[in-house]
Nanobody, 115 residues
Framework: VQLVESGGALVQPGGSLRLSCAASGFTFSSYAMNWYRQAPGKERELVAVISHGGSSTNYPDSVKGRFTISRDNTKNTVYLQMNRLKPEDTGVYYC?????????RGPGTQVTVSS
């Protein structure tokens, strides 16, 4: 299983970013996918979940209405569209999946929201 995130950047408050996660090594379309983030000094936070087919998504209140998770099962890729970014959204963003009972994640991509 390999997951590789991309798309992180420095962005001003109020701006937008789209993160991507390319997956390989497993049957991508059969598994739910997650995005979570880790900021220095803060607990890891799950920010988006999408079902294997993409019909069901879930978000915590902290990002609901601003973040949108989606997936393209033909490209083995999951996305995270982030709008109206806030400084508190700063962190390393990871995509993850539980495959055969084991949690896999990518190396992460840094998102910094600052003026």
């Amino acid at each position: 299983v390999q997951l590789v995130e991309s798309g992180g950047a420095l962005v001003q408050p109020g701006g937008s970013l789209r993160l991507s996660c390319a997956a390989s090594g497993f049957t991508f379309s059969s598994y739910a996918m997650n995005w979570y983030r880790q900021a220095p000094g803060k607990e890891r936070e799950l920010v988006a979940v999408i079902s294997h087919g993409g019909s069901s998504t879930n978000y915590p209140d902290s990002v609901k209405g601003r973040f949108t998770i989606s997936r393209d099962n033909t490209k083995n890729t999951v996305y995270l569209q982030m709008n109206r970014l806030k400084p508190e959204d700063t962190g390393v963003y990871y995509c993850s999946a539980v495959v055969a009972g084991a949690l896999f994640r990518g190396p992460g991509t840094q998102v910094t929201v600052s003026s």
